[in-house]
């Protein structure tokens, strides 16, 4: 098992950041927005920040997609993403 996934926090509260938006965000639960953008550089725990999004939410693990730009791109991508977004509703 790797170490990163084992110690991955998986609470707000065990979620290590500085960033006060991400604060506020959760002071504002269950007024959010429909979708959030999660950007920064590699290692900075945007993922991880993702699945405790999903969690507070009540997603199942199946429903859950992740996207890694940095790979997926181009326009075949992107129709393939909303191809499959329209069709999860």
């Known amino acids: ?7 991955r926090p998986s609470k707000i509260d ?3 950041c500085d960033l006060p938006i991400v604060e506020q965000l959760f002071e504002h ?3 959010w927005p429909q979708a959030f953008l999660i ?8 993922t991880t920040l993702a ?6 939410l009540g997603c199942k693990p ?3 997609i ?4 940095a790979k997926d791109r181009g326009i075949e991508a992107m129709r393939s993403i909303v ?3 329209s069709h999860r509703s």
Do not use: C, F, W
């Open 51 to 56: 699945r405790i999004l999903a969690d507070k």
């Open 1 to 7: 098992m790797n170490l990163n996934l084992k110690y």
């Open 83 to 85: 191809d499959d977004a």
């Open 62 to 64: 199946n429903d859950i």
């Open 29 to 31: 639960y269950p007024n």
């Open 14 to 16: 065990e979620y290590i």
């Open 39 to 46: 950007s920064g550089p590699a290692g900075v725990g945007k």
């Open 66 to 69: 992740e996207i890694d730009t």
